[in-house]
């Protein structure tokens, strides 16, 4: 309880501060007020002696500040530029690069396909190569056996058919050596 009145004490006081302090800034702001509406006075007095008729300074400084704007565009449009520019510029060194990369590249995958293309005709002459011995390896050795006897006989064959031949060549010389050409009819 004591808490509150205490509390309460110091609210009292702070509130009596408080108009203390409005009742003060109010007198400050009249004093202002007055002080202005003279400076003012003294302002239309001058724009009076020295233009003839009072300047809306307000406009004068609307004019100004459009200036200032436009100004502060221009430096802006030109910051934004410069920077646009500095960007691009970095963009076509960025795309000249990876065209460089993409380039190096693409000769090492040519080589790379090179070497392939290379690899595997060697390995279909290498595969050829071993079919073809792979017959004469893995043939049955009696099928061989008779292929070369059949072969065998098939020259002795033409031989006596050759020899044949041959004897009646031989006998048809010799009827023409003893000029007997009843054998060659």
């Given at each position: 309880m004591q808490e509150l009145d205490e509390e309460r004490a110091a609210?009292?006081?702070?509130q009596s501060e408080l108009r203390r302090q409005a009742h003060q800034l109010q007198a400050d702001k009249a004093a202002k007020q007055g002080?202005?509406?003279e400076l003012s006075a003294k302002c239309r007095d001058v724009q009076l002696l020295k233009f003839g008729q009072v300047i809306d300074v307000s406009l004068l400084?609307?004019?100004g500040v459009r200036n200032r704007a436009a100004d502060e565009l221009r430096q802006a449009l030109k910051h934004q530029a410069s920077?646009?520019?500095r960007a691009l510029a970095e963009w076509d060194a960025a795309i000249a690069a990876k065209r460089r990369e993409l380039l190096a590249l693409s000769r090492e995958n040519t080589s790379a396909l090179s070497t392939v293309t290379e690899v595997t005709r060697t390995q279909r002459d290498l595969e050829a190569a071993v079919m073809a011995g792979r017959s004469a390896l893995w043939s049955d050795p009696l099928d061989a056996r008779r292929a070369a006897v059949a072969e065998r006989d098939k020259?002795?064959?033409t031989i006596n058919s050759r020899a044949g031949?041959?004897?009646?060549l031989l006998g048809q010389i010799a009827a023409l050596k003893r000029k007997d050409t009843s054998v060659c009819s």
């Open positions: 609210l009292r006081q702070q002080h202005l509406a400084d609307m004019i920077a646009g520019t020259l002795v064959a031949h041959l004897d009646s």
